[in-house]
Each structure stands twice: as structure tokens, then as C-alpha cells.
């Protein structure tokens, strides 16, 4: 069974950074072969929403319109873990964050895609 761990949520102004990590096991990622891992959040009172994928092994990544320029998404073969760093943060940015991961292809923002899921993290943008 595939588990997925996100932290590095937290608190922060508006305009500040947090990074965000989807620790994943037992499997490398890379063993999924092509496999894509995504970001969602999710507001108070809103869907879930994703902001960010990445095809692991092609590095192709995608972003939703409203965190482009802003967000990025990368791997760490190395450590097993997907990030999510978040620049220029801005209070309607303010949800639980949850990583997921699904087989290829990668080509959807759907959550009922998307056949693993970590618990989420919290994160609070102040104006």
C-alpha cells in the first residue's frame, strides 16, 4: 500500500514562501514506473481543487492558472519526495494542502483520478 506524508505547512504573511513535502513509501517513486503526483487544496466551504502535477521520471510538470509563476513542483529521487514550493503567497491561498499520486497518465486535476492521497497540511497566508 502506497502511503503519502505531506508537511511544511504553516503560517506565513502575504508575499512570504513556504515549501511544502510529499514524502512517499514504501515504494521509490520511481517505482511506479511513469506515475504523476499532484498537489490539491482544498478552502473552507470550496472543492478541492488541484494547483500543481509532475510526471515522475519525464519531470513534465503543470499548473493551474491562479498559483503559475508563483508555485513550483520537483523531485527528490534521492529522498523519496515530492516538494511544492509556494512563492509570493497570497491570503486566497490559505487551505489544507494534499499531495496525491496516481499511474500515468498525467493529465488530469481530477481528485476521483487520483488513487492515493496523504492527509494534508495546513496552510494560513495573512494579509
Known amino acids: 500500500q502506497v502511503q503519502l506524508v505531506e508537511s511544511g505547512g504553516g503560517s506565513v504573511q502575504a508575499g512570504g514562501s513556504l515549501r511544502l513535502s510529499c514524502s512517499v513509501s514504501?515504494?521509490?517513486?520511481?517505482?511506479?514506473?511513469?506515475?504523476?503526483i499532484a498537489w490539491f487544496r482544498q478552502a473552507q466551504g470550496r472543492e478541492r481543487e488541484g494547483v500543481a502535477r509532475i510526471g515522475v521520471g519525464t519531470d513534465r510538470t503543470y499548473f493551474d492558472n491562479s498559483v503559475k509563476g508563483r508555485f513550483t513542483i520537483s523531485q527528490d529521487n534521492a529522498k523519496n519526495t515530492v516538494h511544492l514550493q509556494m512563492n509570493s503567497l497570497k491570503p486566497e491561498d490559505t487551505a489544507m494542502y494534499y499531495c496525491a499520486a496516481r499511474g500515468w497518465p498525467c493529465d488530469t486535476f481530477t481528485p476521483g483520478d487520483f488513487a492515493y492521497w496523504g492527509r494534508g497540511t495546513q496552510v494560513t497566508v495573512s494579509s
Open positions: 514504501p515504494v521509490s517513486i520511481n517505482a511506479f514506473g511513469s506515475s504523476c
